[in-house]
Each structure stands twice: as structure tokens, then as C-alpha cells.
């Protein structure tokens, strides 16, 4: 089963539009059961973005969605939150891309994703 599959296409929408206009889901992952970070790509801008997204809002939580290159250029947003940490971006043209977020106590971490 792809990470594609891990979440449905209207949270892939959902994540894809906190990003801005024309950002694409390329990826996601489970944080526990508390949520998914969802990794998203610009064709037109080279950038991509992370937000990522609880499974049920409700009382602020610690949160965060990181994003990070090869050269170590990153973007963070940490904080408590009641739904979504970040947009998070990078440009992604000719690098690796590191990605993840934590929600409470669960964290996902992806290392050196979608090269190119």
C-alpha cells in the first residue's frame, strides 16, 4: 500500500489547499493516531509544503510540521494548536527532501524523500 493511501483524497485536498493554489499531494504519513502529515509539491513555484493535520480538533495540543533540504535549509512551526500545525515550504528543485511533525506525544519523521 502507497502512503497515498493512508489518508483519504479530501484531506489530501484539504491539506494541499492550506498550502496555497497549485500545490499537489505527493505523500503523507501517520502520526499515531492523532493525525498525518501531508507533504505536497508546487510544479510552477519548485517549493514543496507540509502541514500537518489532527485526526479530531478539539483542545490545543503541542504541535509541530517540519520541512528540510539537503543543504539544510528548513522551515518550522511549533506551537499548540487546535487543528493543524504549519504551511511549512522549502524550494525542492535538485534536493532531497526531509519531512515530519509531531501531535502530543506521537512523531513521524521522513528522511531524504522525493530527490529530484
Known sequence: MGL????TPAAH???SGLCGNGYEPIDSA???NLG???LTWSAESGR???VVVR?????SLSMN???GRDDGIQDIDSGYYTTYAGPVSVNGRGTCIDWGGVIHDQEVSRWRTHCG
Not at 497515498?4 to 489518508?7: F, V
Open 36 to 38: 498525518t502529515a501531508y
Open 55 to 59: 485526526s479530531h480538533p478539539g483542545a
Open 13 to 15: 485536498a484539504a491539506a
Open 65 to 67: 510540521a517540519w520541512i
Open 4 to 7: 497515498l493511501a493512508l489518508a
Open 48 to 50: 514543496n509544503c507540509l
Open 30 to 32: 501517520p502520526i499515531g
